[in-house]
T-cell receptor, first 113, second 110 residues
């Protein structure tokens, strides 16, 4: 399976600021996704990052709050904008394969003060 | 109704026993089914995929799928303390539609 890295691994941010998370894959992948995992909870899909076009957002998530870029088949960024303490969470990118399996990066732990 | 439901546990089993984890899903159109293991502070790790009715075995792990009853289970034989983790059931309905359960916490007691 692909090797996935995320940067930063963790950050502490002030309310009202933004954080951009990078996801790098060591091979070209078609399907790339962004998830949120709030403390003690399961994973919630934020959006599918589409190469060369706008991301596809799930219900409850909007582009203004979670802008996503996917400039090529190995890289994507997720920005969490106008941070509030409710955004404190772990953010995970994942990649999908032709069997619909998904493999996750190590995650970014965000704390908003 | 949630897309994917799991008992949150915690489930405790003695070392060497069989741990049985269960999951039900709501959409009969679901096509692919997965079990992930997540250690505390780590990201989920895929341990089993199953696509057709019946059993699929991989080492100490067996996944079972029953589409008619809309459930998926995971059996862990000869449980080890290192198996202590949260196990997430995931269901893929149609391409990018991927849903996770809330996870079952498993503790294997030495």
């Amino acid at each position: 399976s692909a090797v996935i890295s995320q940067k930063p691994s963790r950050d502490i941010c002030q309310r009202g600021t933004s954080l951009t998370i990078q996801c790098q894959v060591d091979s070209q992948v078609t399907m790339m996704f962004w998830y949120r995992q709030q403390p003690g909870q399961s994973l919630t899909l934020i959006a599918t990052a589409n190469q060369g076009s706008e991301a596809t957002y799930e219900s409850g998530f909007v582009i203004d709050k979670f802008p996503i870029s996917r400039p090529n088949l190995t890289f994507s960024t997720l920005t969490v904008s106008n941070l509030s303490p409710e955004d404190s969470s772990i953010y995970l990118c994942s990649v999908g394969d032709r069997f619909n399996e998904q493999f996750f990066g190590p995650g970014t732990r965000l704390t908003v003060l | 109704q949630k897309e994917v439901e799991q008992n949150s546990g915690p489930l405790s089993v003695p070392e060497g026993a069989i741990a049985s984890l269960n999951c039900t899903y709501s959409d009969r159109g679901s096509q692919s089914f997965f079990w992930y293991r997540q250690y505390s502070g780590k990201s989920p790790e895929l341990i089993m995929s199953i696509y057709s009715n019946g059993d699929k075995e991989d080492g100490r792990f067996t996944a079972q799928l029953n589409k008619a009853s809309q459930y998926v289970s995971l059996l862990i034989r000869d449980s080890q303390p290192s198996d202590s983790a949260t196990y997430l059931c995931a269901v893929n309905r149609n391409g990018n539609q991927f849903y996770f359960g809330t996870g079952t916490s498993l503790t294997v007691i030495p």
